[in-house]
């Protein structure tokens, strides 16, 4: 069982892309957290909240003001959108697919920091973490490719970056970092997957959460991986 010891007893959890391979493993978790008090998973699939639409965004805002959530966690995205997977050569460079990765990979999450942070905890200590990806860190690419997703990844790391700094003005006991979650055994990594060795998403879910729970004050505006090392920019 993975607790989340550095928030407080009956904690509030907020989990969006609840429906993803890496998501549906997280609100296992979540639901079987003794401290967890309180969960709401919401996704596309299930429940209508559309990232890439502020008015859905701002809808489900208006729904949860009041709670004072602790955890939010972000486990929303895609590499392979409307049928189309990520680029071998900047020659397959599409200007609509591209925008399409950063609609969801970056413009989305942004939009729901614009929307959510305001509903975390002011006083107690709060943990944000959005799903980004190591192939999104311009200084460890090594291989190029996939020039789509791994900027838009690239973009959401500097989201996450300059977000946390203007929070951590007015809330001084919030964690907000980016997450590279390993590579998982879910719908998105699975054509690419060959001679790959994935995790099982139970066990990327855990880890993530076992690095987020450990995470100081100090290290808000970081992009660390599930095992708790920290990723170069
Ligand atoms: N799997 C890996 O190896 C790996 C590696 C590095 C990084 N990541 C990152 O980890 C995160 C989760 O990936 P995953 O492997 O769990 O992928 P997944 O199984 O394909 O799940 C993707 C999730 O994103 C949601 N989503 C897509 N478009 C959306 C939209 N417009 N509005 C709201 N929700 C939307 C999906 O909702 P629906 O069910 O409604 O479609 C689903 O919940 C992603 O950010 C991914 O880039 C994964």
Not at 48 to 52: F, K, N, P, S
């Given at each position: 069982m993975t607790e989340m010891s550095s928030l407080p007893q009956g904690y509030v959890a907020l989990l969006i892309g609840a429906s993803g391979g890496i998501g549906s493993a997280m609100k296992r978790i979540l639901r079987n957290d003794?401290?967890?008090g309180d969960l709401t998973a919401l996704s596309r699939r299930d429940d209508?909240?559309?990232?890439?639409e502020e008015a859905s965004v701002t809808a489900f805002a208006e729904k949860l003001r009041g709670k004072k959530f602790h955890l939010l966690v972000c486990a929303t995205g895609a590499l392979t959108i409307d049928g189309v997977g990520p680029e071998?050569?900047?020659?397959?460079?599409?200007p609509d697919v591209m925008a399409a990765q950063f609609r969801l990979n970056a413009i989305g999450p942004a939009l729901l920091m614009k929307h959510?942070?305001?509903?975390?905890?002011?006083?107690e200590r709060t943990i944000s973490a959005f799903l980004s990806?190591?192939?999104?860190s311009i200084g460890d690419?090594?291989?190029?490719?996939w020039i789509s997703y791994r900027s838009s990844k690239a973009a959401l790391n500097q989201i996450i970056r300059t977000a946390s700094i203007e929070f951590k003005r007015t809330h001084p006991n919030a964690v907000l970092v980016g997450i590279h979650p390993g590579t998982v055994e879910t719908g998105l990594s699975e054509p690419f997957s060959r001679g790959r060795e994935r995790m099982r998403p139970e066990d990327a879910a855990s880890r993530m959460m076992e690095t987020l729970d450990a995470l100081?004050?100090?290290?808000?505006?970081s992009f660390v991986a599930y095992d708790g090392s920290s990723i170069e920019w």
């Open positions: 003794p401290r967890c209508g909240l559309d990232i890439t071998k050569t900047i020659r397959q460079l599409d959510f942070l305001p509903l975390l905890h002011r006083e990806a190591r192939v999104g690419n090594r291989l190029g490719g100081s004050n100090a290290q808000t505006g």
